[in-house]
Structure formats: C-alpha cells, structure tokens
C-alpha cells in the first residue's frame, strides 16, 4: 500500500473554499444545551421546600434538566412517586407561561409567567375554627 491510493478517494478544499462554521451555532445545532432553572428561581423553590421540610410535609428533592424543560420533584419519601413537579418550560413562556406546578396525578394546579406567583400554590390559608 503506498499513501497515494488513500488519497485517490478523498476530495480536499482549496484555500478559496473553506468554511467557517460559529463555535456557537455548531454546538447549538449538535447538541442543544438543557433548559436549566437560574439562580434567582433555585432560591425561591428552595425557600418554598424547606419551609414545606420544617413543617414535616416534604423530604426529598430531585433536578431534572432536560432539553425542552427542567424539573424540580418534591417528594414524601425518596422511594416514591413525586407529590409535586415544578416545572419549567421556556417553549410556553409567550403562550400560558414558562412555570407550572404539576401534582402526582399530573394535573396541573397552578401555571404562569412568574414563578412566585406559582409557587403561591403552597402558601396555606388560614382558617377559623369554631369551638
């Protein structure tokens, strides 16, 4: 074998037609990155869990970013389904809003286009009580 019969085969730009493809666009277009919550957002979810933890009705917690949404999972116990899903998805945010507070059943309890209203879902209500 010599290096002329692997070179019969391939075709080779010439200087005047080489392309320049953007770092960015390229990685966009091969692997989008995963919708992710910002900071700002963590700090309110996490606010709302460990008040719903110090009041005994949450335990566990999971992140799931994915590439058309991101999810944070509360659970009762880690060994079980979700009790509830906030979700974020950027695709909707023009339509019915970006978040979404979803139960296990999947029905969704609260959407809209800020996530503390959202997460108003958790707030409790003060009832009077007659004796």
């Known amino acids: 074998m010599t290096d002329q019969t692997d070179l019969q085969g391939r075709q080779t730009l010439k200087a005047s037609e080489s392309v320049v493809v953007d770092l960015s666009d390229y990685r966009h277009a091969k692997d989008p990155l995963p919708v992710t919550f910002h900071r700002r957002e963590l700090d309110?979810?996490?606010?709302?869990?460990?008040?719903?933890?110090?009041?005994g009705e949450w335990r566990d917690y999971a992140l799931?970013?994915?590439?058309?949404?991101?999810?944070?999972?509360?659970?009762?116990?880690?060994?079980?389904?979700?009790?509830?899903?906030?979700?974020k998805v950027p695709k909707l945010a023009a339509k019915q809003g970006a978040y979404a507070v979803v139960n296990t059943h999947g029905m969704i309890l609260k959407r809209g286009h800020e996530l503390p209203q959202v997460l108003k879902v958790f707030d409790k209500l003060l009832k009077v009580v007659k004796s």
Do not use: C, N, T
């Not at 309110?44 to 009041?55: C, F, S, T």
């Not at 970013?65 to 899903?85: I, N």
């Open 64 to 87: 799931d970013h994915m590439r058309d949404k991101a999810v944070f999972s509360v659970f009762k116990r880690s060994g079980e389904q979700p009790l509830y899903r906030v979700e």
């Open 44 to 55: 309110q979810i996490l606010w709302v869990y460990g008040r719903m933890v110090g009041e």
